[in-house]
């Protein structure tokens, strides 16, 4: 009989923690700051690509405070608390969006325990959505505000991270704080800032070369600038009118700036 024992399991191999895999075709829209205009630069996003043929899923990942829904003005049958409650599959959780020609995974408002999701529950949705991105050209997660533990979860698995600031000193800081700990978890991650509601290209350009320096000084990295949106009275006309700005104002400023950081973003996605 042989004397040599079987090795014993490490601590380390049983608590483990679930990796999600960085998924090449999913694109996080964060901020820091709340109210920057992520949820409608997400939905636009969404409509944008899918203008132009792509197969689009918008996950409403502000976990406990979804918006989606409501600036689009549908009340989807299924969402991710069904999901997290094991009711559902991740898949059986997506609604169409015909309007708009994508899909939605709708989030659960007012649940503030969603907020809460522990560590491994969360990696389990990040496997799962891992499968079901493979049905889609890109996946876009709009992100809650904020850099909390889920937050930044979530924002791992993505292979483009996407970050909303506007000139505001407080967003700007906030977007600051974030790339900070994003580059911290990741050095290798890429991460693109958008800047929302400039008074004209040139001002956001400036708003994007103060942050990148910040970044440049502090954490000796820049960021790219994906692109800078204008701010525009349409955006709030369309969200009063709960439709995409694309259906509604196909030509306004607002839509003709995502256009462009779009193409920018296919350049290298
Ligand atoms: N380019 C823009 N021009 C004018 N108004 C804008 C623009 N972008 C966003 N807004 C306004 O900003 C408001 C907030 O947008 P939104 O809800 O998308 O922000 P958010 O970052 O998702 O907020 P939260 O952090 O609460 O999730 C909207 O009601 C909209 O009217
Ligand atoms: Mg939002």
Not at 222 to 231: F, M, T
């Amino acid at each position: 009989m042989s004397t040599k024992m079987p090795p014993r399991p490490t601590s380390k191999a049983v608590s483990a923690p679930i990796r999600v895999p960085k998924m090449h075709n999913v694109i996080s829209v964060a901020s820091g700051k709340g109210g920057v205009g992520k949820t409608w630069f997400s939905i636009t996003l969404a409509e944008t690509l899918a203008k132009r043929g792509a197969r689009v899923l918008l996950f409403d990942a502000d976990l406990g405070l979804a918006n989606v829904d409501v600036q689009l003005g549908l009340t989807p049958r299924r969402d991710l608390g069904g999901v997290l409650q094991g009711r559902l599959g991740l898949g059986q959780a997506v609604t169409p969006y015909d309007d708009g020609g994508f899909d939605i995974l709708a989030g659960r408002s007012g649940t503030g325990t969603l907020a809460q999701i522990p560590p491994p529950k969360l990696a389990g949705l990040g496997n799962d959505l891992s499968g079901l991105a493979k049905q889609y050209d890109h996946v876009i997660l709009d992100l809650g505000a904020g850099i909390d533990r889920v937050v930044r979860q979530i924002a791992c698995w993505a292979g483009t991270s996407l970050v909303v600031t506007t000139a505001d000193p407080t967003s700007l800081t906030d977007a600051y704080a974030y790339v900070k700990v994003m580059h911290q978890a990741d050095p290798e991650i890429d991460m693109r800032i958008v800047v929302n509601q400039a008074d004209t290209k040139r001002d956001g350009e400036r708003t994007f070369q103060s942050l990148a320096k910040a970044c440049n000084n502090f954490l000796g990295f820049q960021p790219q600038l994906l692109g800078v949106i204008r701010r525009d009275r349409k955006v709030a006309d369309a969200i009063r009118a709960q439709t995409g700005l694309l259906s509604r104002h196909p030509s306004s400023d607002a839509a003709t700036d995502v256009a462009k950081a779009v193409e920018v973003l296919l350049e290298e996605v």
